[in-house]
């Protein structure tokens, strides 16, 4: 646990404590009483209210566009279902600002209902809300339909033999038993979307702004840094508790009923009403996945003479983006992919030793950093972009001028879905295999390399797949460290959106085509090596 430990403590306990006792201590005193004020502003309140109830509404309209595509994924079995399951999960992986850019595209200037009605809802509260439901339908669709596809459907049938209706049956047998998983699902949904920003950044406009969003104003734009810990602790004591449920909900999962093997669950679809089940379905997806991603493509074909690659070209243009970058925005998609291999080596590294440790130890403390190492999910990456800059300024890490300061802010996103994923597998390889191995003369790194490394070998392709695509996408610290001549993808794109013009406006949308592309193509890689079948991430 030393290495884990240490990286976290020097790059995300230490830098979020500094950012956060700067702005509540003067004179070396603390400034408690400053809380009281910032938290009675009618602003702030706003901001509060506002970034709940998008969160809550955001959830409860996920879960019920995503729970019938759970099902179909539990107890269908039909041709193209993995390509579908695919499909589905790109959203998730995809950053935050491709996804606030395909809906901009959608529904905003020059969109498909401003081009048919005249309607535009890129400023409105409606756009947040779906662009939401598209990054966490996955969410829902795998980890309740994980669970789903595990239970014996032969319980509810019992229920209706017993006289229960098909609905009774399922109220009573069925829906208790996913109730852990759809809780764990709603919660992770609220976490994303309590802690949203590119979205909001790009969909709200001035009007609309969460408890993200208004930490990156305060600190970017006003220089607040009072107000900007304030918030900060407030996100974090939101954090904490939604972790702390969501910790209980996988808890209670895991030992909720019986499970089976999903191949043993679905079939082929029956009767009318479940063919009909299945197209809503496709059309959802069809909708609500495709069609933005299709409209940001048109997008950034649509040049100023026609359809073509005119943005493309220009992002190789050292001028093309009117003083934006001090290289050509073309200069990004490389620097991304430096940054993201180099952050998930240091996942891989940091999430292994952390995922080995959980494993060979079961004591309280390790179970509480097991719930630590999921805190960047949700603590504000402003607020750890910030505090690089303002901690890692002195020898012996004095990294402000280094390009390493950009995968290792990457690394601390990448870090909880290199654990999530390994644990498990880790778990599951019988201790009796390293005990043999020792008893017959090899070292503990003998031990791992011959027995666990073969066995775990595909889950750790999986980790760094996920570990690459969530590093790709980083905006939120990436936004403070990213030098003007190396910028990322992600900063790229929200300085083009920033800029008025439509050449920099095609860039955005070319550099978001670009992005999406190679995070759908590891999902899909993802998908081919993926050892859990049961649908979970």
Known sequence: MAVPVAFFAVFFAYPVTAIVGRGLRAGGVWQLGRAGDVLSRPDILDV???TTWQALASTALTLLIALPAAYVFARFDFPGKQLLRAVVTVPFVLPTVVVGTAFLALLGRGGPLDDLWGVRLDTTVWAILLAHVFFNYAVVVRTVGGLWSQLDPRQEEAARVLGAGRLAAWWRVTLPALAPAVAAAALMVFLFTFTSFGVVQILGGPAF???EVEI???????LDLPTAAVLTLVQFAAVGAILAVHAWTVRRRETALRL???AQTSRRPRGTGQWALLGGVFGTVLLLILLPLGVLVERSLDGPGGYGLAFYRALGEVDA????FLVPPWE????SLLYALVATAFALVVGGLAAAALT???GRLVRGFDALLMLPLGVSAVTVGFGFLITLDKPPLDLRASWILVPLAQALVGVPFVVRTMLPVLRAVDGRLREAAAVLGASPLRAWREVDLPLVRRALLVAAGFAFAVSLGEFGATVFIARPDRPTLPVAVARLLGRPGELNYGQAMALSTVLMVVCAVSLLVLERIRTDRSGEF
């Open 360 to 362: 060979r130890r079961a």
């Open 209 to 211: 702004s969460t408890l």
């Open 216 to 222: 990156y104003r305060q600190t970017a734009e006003l």
């Open 260 to 262: 089976v093997d999903p």
């Open 321 to 324: 983006s009117g003083g934006t």
């Open 332 to 335: 990004a998609v490389r620097n």
């Open 48 to 50: 509060l209210w506002f």
